[in-house]
Nanobody
């Protein structure tokens, strides 16, 4: 079973950028699609972005398209989420997940990290 640990969250102002990292251990992620999800207080966990095993295919939620970029480095067992032009609505706990395909549903992922808090002030 792969273990995932997110990092890079913090408190920023609207318009700022952050890069989240997800470090995997226990097994290689090269055979897994990887996704980022987020959960704001009182809301359900929602899809943010996903990337295929090779990195050749990516999917984004409409709310982050053009602002966020997901990437991966299989040699380092790492996944990243570059977040630009952050908005207060982006405030949430961000989770990294491993799955079989680039799905937008949480049910498609079998391993999750503990999350990292991102807070965007106006």
């Amino acid at each position: 079973q792969v273990q995932l640990v997110e990092s890079g969250g913090g408190l920023v102002q609207a318009g700022d950028s952050l890069m989240l990292s997800c470090a995997a251990s226990g097994r290689t992620i090269s055979s897994s699609a990887m996704g980022w999800f987020r959960q704001a207080p009182g809301k359900e966990r929602e899809f943010v972005a996903a990337i295929s095993q090779s990195g050749g295919s990516t999917v984004y939620a409409d709310s982050v398209k053009g602002r966020f970029t997901i990437s991966r480095d299989n040699a380092k067992n790492m996944v990243y989420l570059q977040m630009n032009s952050l908005k207060p609505d982006d405030t949430a706990v961000y989770y990294c997940a491993a799955g079989r395909a680039t799905q937008v549903n949480t049910l498609g992922y079998h391993a999750w990290g503990q999350g990292t808090q991102v807070t965007v002030s106006s």
